[in-house]
């Protein structure tokens, strides 16, 4: 049964990107065939921890919505990651969103019809034969993130140690309850302070009701990386890639 | 406290004033000492020659009248019964021609107890002349030439007057004294009322009876002509007075004729004229010299009106019996003005240099000061957490790092410390945001109404579950591999 699991935040900046690339890649060394579509439209960026140029492929997710092409024709496999760690198994598939100005601009401006994304979602599903499709979203409230959340078996939260992230953060649990969303996770990114992060997830949890799947530190490798590479991949032993690790492995599990 | 701000600046200031006012102070007043030691010198001099040109004027009369009453003394077989006779005439043009050619000013005159009267004079033209005149024979008068011209002795014109020289105070006074008499100032009918003092020195035979009075006259013209001419530094004043207060002669005033009715120049009336150095000169006089005696040369100074004046006062032949004093006033502004005003200018310099030393040292002190109170009020406002990263008091911090000095190191190490306290407080106030895990439930309430009052959303709401169950049933439909897109409800 292949799921649709969406990564979202309220606020922009969470890691979100990171995160979902990241937890693309741990999937897909488990043998799994794992999609990726970029739908923030608005500041796509997940093809760069790909190792994607802009304009190395034809098309993006933003022709799809124009009906100018298939979503298969949108999409790349970016399995190249993964060989050149020395994994053998699985296989990765990307939709990245338009890096142009110019189609930015205009789907800002013109919209477009955001029912043919999930059409979109479950035919790449069905082509691809993916077990697993992860949505990386724009943060905030809209109408694609909606529909993302709506149709997603799985959403993850994901949510900074702060107060406008926890504020935040009630809003989005609360509009995914009401979505109906059957499995709800939240994950929280850049904490301080280790050894406050038991005391941290309990009071999260107790907070929203909903399960924390794991707490990753602020690390400065991270932000070192720069969004250019796969963390989990460059730096296997660290906390973060222990912890995502086991966000797999409940996501799938899910 | 004491603040730095202050103790600097003011121990730089006065430091500045030590060290160039009071060298300029010192320079300037012994500049002016000197300048002023100077201009005394110079009126000194000044007083001292005209003291000696004055010579000509009253010695000569003096002596010549002197030396020819002895010459009579001497000769007492000569007999002067009938000095018009002429043998005589031509034996005193013979003895008298040069005197009476270098010595305009003096009239040596001969007068017998007869009436009879032979005077050296000149002719309105200044050509030397014998006259002769005698009361007695009806006021005859004849006068001869006396020229080097082989002319002497001719007789140049004859007429005649009223004039009796045994009628004049000088020669009554002679006579009844027995000795050299100096006449006072009076306005002389053979000199045409000019003002003059007559010298006269009677003769007497053994038996105790007059022979002959010599005199001669004193002009006041001369002297007073003689005074105008000089050439003195401007705002200068020269004149003779005598110990009763009359002015004899003066270099700005014209002395009264006889015969006008004009009184006599007093000291009275300069201490009254409009000149303000007149007027000053007359009451510092005066003050000095209370009696009008001055008994030797004197140097002195005073002020008026803020200007400096010096005063040469000196006796006039003192000896002869003459009772006058010569006045040499002289301002410091006209004498040594270039000289003062060099000394001032090289002053207002010095006072300049103070002042731009000064501000030097003020903004030295600034410079110096400033990056220690900026230093300071960072290091309270950390103390009291109230540092504003953004603001200036950090940016005049960051400023001073730019310094390539001590300052410079200071401020760096100060800003590091700053940033070092701000991340430690920074992590500290997210470590305790961390853990305060809020939610404004009316706010998130507000923000979701927001979103869930949308018909997109109330549609979404709708169709989820299904849309779901659609998508797994597609999902889990074996052998669906055409890609016809499903009708799609959700985004309309
Ligand atoms: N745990 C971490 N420690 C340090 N840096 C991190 C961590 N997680 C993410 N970052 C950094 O944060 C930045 C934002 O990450 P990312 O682009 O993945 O966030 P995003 O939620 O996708 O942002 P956007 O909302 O703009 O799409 C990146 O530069 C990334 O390297
Ligand atoms: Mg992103």
Redesign the interface.
Known sequence: MAHVISVHSFRGGTGKSNITANLAALLASTGKRVGVIDTDIQSPGIHAIFGLEPGQQKHSLNDFLWGRCTIEAATTEVTAVLRNKGIAKGQIYLTPGSMQSSDITRMLSEGYDVGLLNSGFQELIERLELDHLLIDTHPGVNEETLLSIAISDVLMLILRPDRQDYQGTAVAVELARQLDVPNLFLLVNKAITPADFPALRERIESTYDTPVLGILPLAQEMAVLGSSDLFCLTKPDHPISATLKSVATKIAAA | MRSIRFVFPLILTFQMVVAVGLTGTIAYLSHLKEARETAAEIVNVIGSTMDEQLYQYLYIPMTLTEAYAERVRLQPQRRFSDIQDPETRRRVIDSLWTQSRLVPWANLTLTSPTGQMLRIDRTETGTPVLKLSDARKGGMLQRYLIDSAGRSGTRLDHGRTVFDPLQQDYYRDAVTRHQRILSPIYFSAVSSGAPVVTIADPVFDDSGHVRLVVSSDIHLDAINGHLQGLTLPPDSLTFIFDTSGRIVASSNFDLERGGKDRKAGRLDDLAASDNPVARASAKALKERFPELTVSRANLFQFVAKGRRNYVYAAPLFADFGLNWQLAVVISESGLIENLIRGVRTAAWVSLGLLLISILVGLRTAGWMVRPILTLRDVVKAVEKDQLDLQGKLLQKLRDDAHRRNEFGELATAALGMVQEVEARHD?LE??L????????AS??RA??EQ??GTP??RS??E???A??EQ??Q???EPG??D?A??T?????
């Not at chain 2, 799609?488 to 309309?492: C, N, V």
């Open positions: 992590l997210s470590q945001e961390q853990l305060r895990v809020a939610v404004d706010q998130t923000e979701i979103v869930t997109f959303f979404l709401q169709q989820a579950r849309l779901r998508n797994r597609r999902r889990d669906r591999t890609g897109r499903p799609d409800e959700a985004g309309k």
